[in-house]
């Protein structure tokens, strides 16, 4: 219960909107004068054809958006008489076939795991000074000023509230404690429940800061954690990726795509690559 509540919480911080009117800051956007039954055909096409065009393959699932390769799937099925992901398991082999597979997920998918729509979750970007202080002395009485831990107290401000909101309380615990939050929270919780919740502080300072984390730390070292990689990717490539991809490089002095093309390889790449956008 623990990991699908921070979960909801890394993943429901609310976007930029200027003049009412969402800013979007994915690389996926949906893709213009859409026809399912042209690209079901196409991709029927590919997947039959002699050696599989898996160049084709990529070109559609990747410029279309998770709506529309929804209608995509609906349309092939109806026509092929079976499932759009039977054919491409068929079809393709290893980390292709699974990030292929990962970008045919419904949203219902990223619900369980990265997305999920946590009713309790407050995802409002107004902040409440008062309800700041009011979590900032909860958290200080939770942990550092009493003998023990609250971990309840914890678990339930961290899960519950804005990223927003929660960065003003992290500025207002600083009145409280001769301790940053941060700092305190490290003192004060042990184990997985410690990185849990310092992943929650991450992303509520910085969104695309904590992904871009997420994925140095997926490529850099002995091997590639293609899973993170794929999971990041795909499911911020609607929501942020575009601010991922520019934080990843103001941290790490290069680009995501020159880490990507120096750690992987193939039609895998390829996706990767298309899905990070220009730059």
Not at 8 to 36: H, M, R, S, W
Not at 153 to 180: C, E, K, M, W
Request: proline share 3%; with cysteine.
């Amino acid at each position: 219960m623990l990991f699908n509540l921070i979960n909801d919480k890394i993943n429901l911080q609310k976007e930029t909107f200027l003049i009412g009117k969402p800013v979007f800051y994915g690389t996926v956007p949906p893709y213009p004068n859409f026809n399912a039954s042209n690209d079901a055909a196409v991709l029927k096409s590919a997947i039959e054809s002699k050696g599989v065009d898996e160049d084709v393959i990529n070109a559609v699932l990747v410029k279309r958006n998770n709506e529309q390769r929804q209608k995509i799937k609906a349309v092939y099925e109806a026509n092929a008489g079976k499932k759009l992901e039977v054919a491409l398991k068929k079809a393709l082999k290893s980390d292709h076939e699974d990030i292929c597979l990962a970008l045919l997920m419904p949203p219902a998918y990223y619900d369980a795991f990265l997305f999920r729509k946590a009713t309790k979750v407050n995802i409002s970007n107004v902040v409440d000074m008062a309800q700041a202080k009011k979590d900032a002395e909860a958290l200080f009485e939770a942990g550092e000023n009493t003998k023990g831990t609250n971990v309840s107290t914890f678990i339930d401000i961290l899960t519950t509230r804005s990223g927003p909101q929660l960065a003003q309380t992290f500025q207002q615990y600083t009145s409280v404690s001769d301790n940053t939050f941060p700092k305190a929270l490290e003192k004060e919780m042990k184990h997985d429940i410690k990185h849990c919740l310092m992943d929650i502080v991450k992303c509520a300072w910085n969104t695309p800061a904590f992904f871009a984390e997420k994925l140095h730390l997926a490529i850099k070292g002995l091997g590639t954690n293609e899973a993170t990689l794929t999971r990041v990717l795909v499911s911020r490539s609607e929501v942020d990726l575009k601010k991922i991809v520019e934080e990843y490089r103001a941290m790490y002095g290069t680009s995501l795509q020159e880490h990507i093309v120096k750690d992987t390889s193939a039609y895998y790449q390829k996706i990767l690559i298309g899905l990070c956008g220009a730059g």
